[in-house]
């Protein structure tokens, strides 16, 4: 039941957050702020499973999500 519930929300999130990004106007910032709240469940999903490669990956697409944040909050 984990399991589902820790895909479900990496592919809730994460699919929102590509449109969101994707497309123009104000709701961009609000891509990277559905990608921020999808690492949780990649990293719940790592460590779970011991895959330690895409910890580093959810580290790294972390710091990408605030990056854009960072420059698109004004928008």
Do not use: Q, T
């Not at 699919?15 to 990649?42: D, H, N, Q, R, T």
């Not at 011991?50 to 990056?67: A, E, K, Q, T």
């Amino acid at each position: 039941m984990i399991d589902f519930v820790l895909n479900g929300g990496i592919m809730i999130l994460g699919v929102l957050s590509i449109w969101l990004i994707g497309g123009k106007g104000k709701f961009i910032k609000w891509g990277y702020i559905a990608g921020l709240a999808s690492e949780p469940f990649w990293a719940a999903l790592a460590v779970r499973n011991g895959d330690w490669g895409v910890m580093i990956l959810v580290v790294l697409y972390s710091v990408c999500f605030v990056r854009g944040l960072k420059n698109h909050w004004r928008d």
